[in-house]
C-alpha cells in the first residue's frame, strides 16, 4: 500500500518515526529498485534553525511550503541530492529528511549504481536510486512520479534510537542537539534482497 497524503499531513515528528521500516521505491529502465528505510531526520518549521525554512521561503525550499507527500529534493555541498517527504499542512514548511535504506528488491541495480558501496547516507541512496532535481515537488503518493513510499513492516519502539540530526555544525543550541534523527538500530536483522 502506498501511504496516502493524509499520512504525510501528521506530525512530523511521527511521519520520522514511522517511515522506518517502509519501503522507498523507484522504477529504473523497468526495474523496480526498494529499500526498507532505516533512518530519517525531521526538520519543522521556519524556528527550526536546522531547517532550511529558517529564513523564509526561497525558491529553494518552496516545496516545502507545498502539500504533505510530495518529495523535496535539493543540491548541497555542491554534489549530492537529498530526499525529503514534505509533511504537515500546505503553507507550514516541514519536511522528513530520508537518511538511509536497506537494498532489498533491485539489490544488484542499486549495488551496480553504487560500485558495490551501502546505501547508509542520504546521498548514497539518492545515487542508487537515480533520484535528483528532476524528482523535486513530485507526488510521492501515485507510482507514475517517480519515487514513492510504500507501508512495510512496523518497527517495534525497542528497535528505534534517537538523536541528534547529522551535519549541523554551525547551529545553535537547542536545535543542534535535538533528538530529532530516528533510526532502526541495529539494522543487521532486515532482509536481504
Given at each position: 500500500m502506498i501511504f496516502p497524503p493524509t499520512f504525510y499531513a501528521q506530525s512530523t515528528l511521527t511521519v520520522?518515526?514511522?517511515l522506518l521500516g517502509a519501503r522507498l521505491v523507484r522504477v529504473l529502465d523497468g526495474v523496480r529498485l526498494a529499500g526498507i528505510i532505516i533512518?530519517?531526520?525531521?526538520y519543522i518549521g521556519e524556528e527550526d534553525l536546522g531547517c532550511h525554512a529558517k529564513s523564509g521561503k526561497t525558491p529553494r525550499n518552496a516545496v516545502m511550503y507545498g502539500p504533505p507527500g510530495h518529495a523535496y529534493v535539493y543540491f548541497t555541498y555542491g554534489?549530492?541530492?537529498m530526499l525529503n517527504a514534505v509533511t504537515e499542512r500546505e503553507g507550514f514548511p516541514a519536511a522528513v529528511l530520508i537518511r538511509a535504506i536497506h537494498p532489498v528488491e533491485g539489490v544488484n541495480v542499486i549495488?551496480?549504481?553504487r560500485q558495490g558501496r551501502d546505501t547508509l547516507g542520504p546521498a548514497k541512496l539518492t545515487q542508487a536510486l537515480s533520484?535528483?532535481?528532476?524528482?523535486?515537488?513530485?507526488n510521492?503518493?501515485?507510482?507514475?512520479s517517480g519515487p514513492w513510499i510504500e507501508a512495510g513492516t512496523p518497527v517495534a519502539d525497542r528497535e528505534i534510537t534517537?538523536?541528534?540530526?547529522?551535519?549541523l555544525y554551525t547551529v545553535p543550541e537547542p536545535w543542534k542537539s535535538i533528538p530529532w534523527r530516528f533510526r532502526i538500530s541495529p539494522p543487521a536483522h532486515l532482509p536481504r534482497g
Open positions: 520520522a518515526r514511522e533512518e530519517t531526520e525531521a554534489m549530492h541530492w549495488s551496480a549504481r533520484i535528483d532535481g528532476a524528482q523535486n515537488g513530485v510521492l503518493c501515485v507510482p507514475d534517537t538523536g541528534p540530526r547529522v551535519g
